[in-house]
Each structure stands twice: as C-alpha cells, then as structure tokens.
C-alpha cells in the first residue's frame, strides 16, 4: 500500500461516528480489488468488535473469515489475482 491513496473521514451520525474509507488502488492495481475489499471487511469487523469490548485476535496469515470475504467480493466480479502475502497455499 506504499503508493495507494487512502482517506478517511469521520463524521457524527446520531449517537455514533460514520467512518467513510476510500481507497485507490495504485501499486498492484485492479487486480488486488478483492484482495483488498476482503481485507477492510474483516479489519473494519474486528474493529467494531473491538468498540464493543470484545477480544480480537489478529491473523496469522488469511483468516476463515477473510476467505470467505475474498470469495464473496470475487463472486460480485471484483478483480483478483495479486498476490496474497502469508497464504502458504498460493506460495510458489
């Protein structure tokens, strides 16, 4: 993600915040779409998890949930095919 571009904007929805997260792919393009959908998805989960002080454990590499994710968003026509860091089974 070292050229992507990421925004963030908080903003009061009643008695919460709205995060609106935008992020443009740069480095590895469209191909790392589903890749990177999944990833949000499950991050932005366990971030909410967190905020309602429940323990979350981090991933030792692509989770059940994260698979899942990953399927859905290619299933929706998301593009795929970047690489998956820590996936031994797409390692080479």
Request: contains cysteine; hydrophobic residues 45%; proline residues 8%.
């Amino acid at each position: 993600m070292g050229g992507d571009l990421l925004r963030f904007e908080l903003e009061p929805d009643g008695d919460g915040t709205r995060l609106t997260l935008v992020h443009v792919l740069l480095d590895e393009g469209a191909d790392a779409a589903a890749r990177t959908a999944a990833g949000w998805h499950v991050c932005l989960a366990a971030l909410e998890r967190t905020l309602a002080g429940r323990a979350v454990a981090a991933p030792d590499g692509p989770s059940p949930e994260w698979r899942e994710r990953y399927a859905e968003y290619v299933a929706l026509g998301f593009p795929a095919g970047a690489p998956i860091p820590g996936d031994a089974q797409t390692a080479s």
